[in-house]
């Protein structure tokens, strides 16, 4: 099973998988990884991050580029082993993210975004969004980058929403306005609700 966590920047989600990652919540072996990589293709993505002047399309394809070596690398290796892969962040947040930095550059950003990487991508089985208020989300990220604006996580936060209306299923909401403690409780719930086949 591959799962993601996904949400705007400050949202938790990477509080989550850590937590995860350190709990007996998993009962079996998994894989935890997250994007972007600790690769080369990953630094080039921080790079950009830290450049308020990068060309949007050349950093699709830096995501995009980035995404494709960790599913040849880290992703589908542990998933033929039998691994649970757990990844912080993946496809959705290429495609929530970036179609907002294409937005004006390109028509309909969404649907070219997941149409460049329809071909060959790995689509997740279960993906845990963490639903937060882009206000809360760049306070708690303190506008680290260029995508941790109030404005732009609210672009942001309504793609993903998009994005849960075209796959309901796939989809766990978590309230991620609630107290940490709150959120962490119903991640662990809605983990052991798709490891054992239950809807969450």
Do not use: C
């Amino acid at each position: 099973m591959l799962l993601t966590l996904e949400g705007i920047d400050g949202s938790g989600k990477t509080t989550a998988w850590r937590h995860l990652r350190e709990s007996d919540v998993v009962d079996r072996p998994a894989t935890f990884t997250r994007e972007p990589t600790d690769s080369w293709y990953g630094e080039a993505v921080g790079r950009s991050l830290g450049d308020a002047d990068a060309d949007p399309l050349a950093e699709l394809f830096l995501y995009t580029a980035d995404h494709a070596a960790h599913l040849s690398r880290t992703v589908r290796p542990a998933l033929d082993a039998g691994d649970l892969v757990i990844s912080d962040r993946y496809s959705d947040s290429r495609y929530a993210y970036q179609s907002v930095s294409l937005d004006g550059v390109i028509d309909r950003p969404l649907e070219f975004v997941r149409s460049v990487h329809e071909p060959w991508t790995r689509k997740p089985d279960a993906t845990i969004y963490f639903d937060a208020d882009p206000e809360e989300g760049a306070k708690r990220s303190a506008g680290a980058n260029k995508f941790e604006r109030v404005e732009f996580l609210a672009d942001v936060r309504a793609e993903y929403e998009r994005l849960l209306d075209v796959e309901p299923d796939r989809f766990v909401r978590i309230d991620a306005t609630r107290a940490p403690e709150d959120v962490l409780g119903a991640v662990e719930t809605a983990v052991e609700h798709l490891l054992a086949g239950r809807e969450p």
